[in-house]
């Protein structure tokens, strides 16, 4: 899981129902953005000790502006966050033919989804190929 700063918009139109939003000034952004751009906050990465500089440099500014946070007393929610990586052992079998016919990931196809299972199958399907329409002899 990783915490997003939520709201933001809410919390935003929340202050400016009551009063008028405070102003930003170009120097401001100017600043805020110099400031995440930096090394210090090492690209800021979900789930590395940046992401946790960078929430609460966000937080912190949010406050000063103002603003009040979005989700009770938590500028934060959490948020899940899920990673595939290809098997590298997978492999594709292609029945119907004569014999069944094993692929081996990267040497003979590329295959991925989006789904979070950990086995994707496709029966009885027709299919096609795909080249890459080179002509080199």
């Keep these: 899981m990783f ?5 933001l918009s809410s919390a935003f ?5 009551l ?6 000034s170009l120097d401001t952004l100017k600043d805020v953005t110099r400031t995440l751009a930096s090394d210090e906050f090492e690209g800021r990465a979900p789930t590395t000790p940046a992401e946790d500089k960078t929430i609460g440099y966000l937080a912190g500014r949010f406050g000063a502006a103002g603003l009040k946070p979005g989700n009770g007393e938590s500028w934060f929610q959490n948020v899940p966050i899920v990673e595939l990586n290809a098997d590298p ?3 594709m079998t292609i029945s119907g033919g004569k014999a069944p016919r ?3 990931y990267k ?3 590329v295959a991925f989804g989006y789904r979070i299972t950990p086995k994707t199958e496709v029966k009885d399907s027709d ?3 795909v080249g890459y329409g080179i002509n080199a002899p």
């Design 3 to 7: 915490k997003s700063l939520l709201g």
């Design 13 to 17: 139109m929340a202050t400016s129902a």
């Design 19 to 24: 009063a008028a939003p405070p102003a930003i």
């Design 89 to 91: 052992k997978m492999v």
């Design 102 to 104: 094993s692929l081996a």
């Design 107 to 109: 040497t003979d196809m």
């Design 127 to 129: 299919m096609v190929f």
